[in-house]
C-alpha cells in the first residue's frame, strides 16, 4: 500500500493563478481530509469528506474548493491564490468519521504565493 | 472555544536523556486524545490514542498519560535517541456530529548527541 499521497511537493505560483493539489488513498478510507500548516500554528482544517459525492467546511475553507467523485481521490483546487495562502498543505484519510480513527497524513505539499 | 495548548514550545535534550511534554486541553465533551510526531518534511504519524477511561498507555519508548478531570495529558520519552527530533502534536477530539479535531501547536524537540 502506497496510504496517502500528495503531489506535487513543492509548487511556487503567482497571484491570482490557479492550481489543483492532488491526493489519492489505496487504503479503502471514506473519510478525507486536507489541512493547512503554517509556522506556529496547529494544523487548521480547510475541507473534509465523509464519502464519495460528499464534502463539507472545515475551519478556514474560504479561497479553497473541493470535489469528492471516487473514494481514492480528494483534491484540493487554489481558483485564485492569494499569498496568505503560501502554507504546507496535508491530505488525511481515516476509516470512517468516528473520532477514534486515525487519520494517515501524505507528505504534503509545500506552496508558494508571490 | 476548543483549545489545545502545549507546552514547552520547543526542547533540547541530550541523547538518552529522558523528557516530557505536556497538552493541556479545554475540548468538551472530551472523546479522545492522540499524540502525533511528526518528522521535519513529513506528515504526522500517530503515536498513541488515549480514551476517557485510560490513564496510560505505552508505545516502546514512549508512555502517554491522560487526567480526564483536569484535561491534561503528558508524553514522557525514555531514553531519548536522534531520531526522536520532530514536533510532537497534541490532537484532541469530542462527541457529536461535527468531527473537527482540536490540535495543538506542537513541541519541537531536538535531541543532541
Known amino acids: 500500500n502506497a496510504g496517502v499521497t500528495q503531489t506535487p511537493k513543492f509548487q511556487v505560483l503567482k497571484t491570482g493563478q490557479s492550481m489543483t493539489l492532488q491526493c489519492a488513498q489505496d487504503?479503502?478510507?471514506?473519510?478525507m481530509s486536507w489541512y493547512r500548516q503554517d509556522p506556529g500554528m496547529g494544523l487548521r482544517l480547510i475541507h473534509y469528506?465523509?464519502?464519495?459525492?460528499?464534502?463539507d467546511q472545515g475551519e478556514v475553507p474560504n479561497g479553497y474548493n473541493v470535489s469528492r467523485s471516487t473514494t481514492e481521490d480528494f483534491p484540493l483546487r487554489l481558483l485564485s491564490a492569494a499569498p496568505s495562502q503560501t502554507s504546507v498543505y496535508f491530505c488525511?484519510?481515516?476509516?470512517?468519521?468516528?473520532?477514534?480513527?486515525?487519520?494517515?497524513f501524505g507528505p504534503g505539499t509545500r506552496l508558494t504565493v508571490l | 472555544k476548543n483549545q489545545v495548548e502545549q507546552s514547552p514550545q520547543s526542547l533540547i535534550i541530550l541523547e538518552g536523556k529522558n523528557c516530557t511534554l505536556q497538552?493541556?486541553?479545554?475540548?468538551?465533551?472530551?472523546?479522545?486524545l492522540r499524540w502525533y510526531k511528526q518528522d521535519t518534511g513529513r506528515g504526522p504519524v500517530s503515536l498513541t490514542i488515549m480514551t476517557f477511561s485510560e490513564n496510560t498507555k505505552s508505545n516502546g519508548r514512549y508512555t502517554a498519560t491522560l487526567d480526564a478531570d483536569t484535561k491534561q495529558s503528558s508524553l514522557h520519552i525514555t531514553a531519548s535517541q536522534l531520531s526522536d527530533s520532530a514536533s510532537y502534536i497534541c490532537?484532541?477530539?469530542?462527541?457529536?456530529?461535527?468531527?473537527?479535531?482540536?490540535f495543538g501547536r506542537g513541541t519541537s524537540l531536538i535531541v543532541h548527541p
Open positions: 487504503m479503502n478510507h471514506e473519510y
Open positions: 488525511a484519510s481515516s476509516d470512517g468519521l468516528a473520532p477514534y480513527n486515525e487519520q494517515f
Open positions: 490532537v484532541v477530539s469530542g462527541t457529536g456530529g461535527s468531527y473537527i479535531p482540536t
Open positions: 469528506s465523509v464519502g464519495a459525492g460528499i464534502t
Open positions: 497538552c493541556n486541553y479545554t475540548v468538551s465533551p472530551f472523546s479522545n
